[in-house]
């Protein structure tokens, strides 16, 4: 199986980040992240797990009503991230509304 290069997984990896702030504050599970994004679930995994250890994203191990799961993972935006993408976003949008209002 060929290696993806650095730069390739960083794009998934960002992928992964929007979709997640997509649905925010939801959380969703691995396999369904695989299934957005379109690529292997392990492969998402292992994306996941290095994006929480850079403190981006959050994992859920308990359902709703609070029984750990034995299997299966949750996965939501961090906080901080949340908030800064959502910055983001509407600074974006209002960049985009000034430019097409002096236009």
Known sequence: MPTISKK???????????YLFTLSPESQFT?????????????????????KG???IVSINKN????EYKKRQR????NQVYEAYKNHQSNHNNLYNSSSIQE
């Open 75 to 78: 996965w939501r935006l961090s």
């Open 54 to 56: 850079k403190n981006l």
């Open 8 to 18: 390739k997984k960083d794009k998934i990896s960002e992928q992964i980040l929007h």
């Open 64 to 67: 709703p009503s609070g029984i």
């Open 31 to 51: 396999a369904k992240i695989a299934q957005e994004i379109a690529r292997d679930e392990e492969f998402i995994l292992s994306l996941l797990l290095e994006l």
